[in-house]
């Protein structure tokens, strides 16, 4: 039982997740895509996403952004607030694992400890790590948000890859070179590691 929460138990879903997955045709799971803001995460959940809906799959997709304008709109960009935003997601996406579905989950998470409090959260067996590995310069070509031109004039705070770190996975499940490859040879790697 959680000490802060005293008056509260823990319930156990009817039907149970293998009862779900069995009526889904698949095992939930949760493929986690990290990288710098650029990178290509959005966009490749979202092609993702459709592919497997026309495939017939359950997928369901959590977007950084979409999670900041409303679950986690009360926090900033410090990394206790970035840490609370992922452990929401992560609580929100092993939601999902238990219901049976596909979770593509876009997120910055910028540190090893933040990724490992996720996996922690949704399970080993359950999660999956996939690092869009694209150089800074690349990103900030990109920034179709006009990030990083705002972070370099010092008006973004904490901005990952300007002034806060990112560190890239040490053994990430799959590697999708974002910077060199388009993103139907990405999304084909992709869909081929979601099985």
């Not at 803001?37 to 809906?53: C, M, N, Q, V």
């Not at 999956?128 to 705002?150: F, M, N, P, T």
């Amino acid at each position: 039982m959680n000490s802060r929460l005293p008056y509260f138990t823990s319930q156990n879903a009817r039907p149970t997740r293998e009862q779900r997955e069995q009526m889904n045709g698949q095992r939930g799971q949760v493929f986690w895509l990290t990288g710098l803001s650029g990178a290509g995460k959005s966009t490749l959940a979202y092609a993702a996403e459709t592919r497997l809906h026309h495939l017939g799959r359950r997928c369901v997709v959590l977007d950084g952004d979409n999670i900041r304008y409303g679950l986690c709109a009360d926090l900033n960009f410090t990394p206790e607030g970035r840490r609370e935003n992922l452990r929401r997601a992560a609580e929100v996406a092993k939601l999902f694992v238990e219901s049976g579905m596909l979770c593509i989950a876009a997120f910055i998470s910028p540190t090893h400890q933040d990724r490992e409090m996720v996996r922690g959260i949704i399970g080993p067996g359950d999660f999956s790590e996939i690092y869009l590995e694209c150089s800074l310069q690349a990103c900030e070509s990109r920034d179709a948000k006009g990030l990083y031109k705002r972070a370099r004039k010092g008006e973004i705070e904490n901005f990952t890859g300007i002034s806060s770190p990112y560190e890239p996975p040490l053994q990430p499940n799959l590697t999708l070179p974002t910077e060199r490859l388009p993103l139907e040879s990405c999304l084909e790697l992709l869909i081929r590691h979601i099985g």
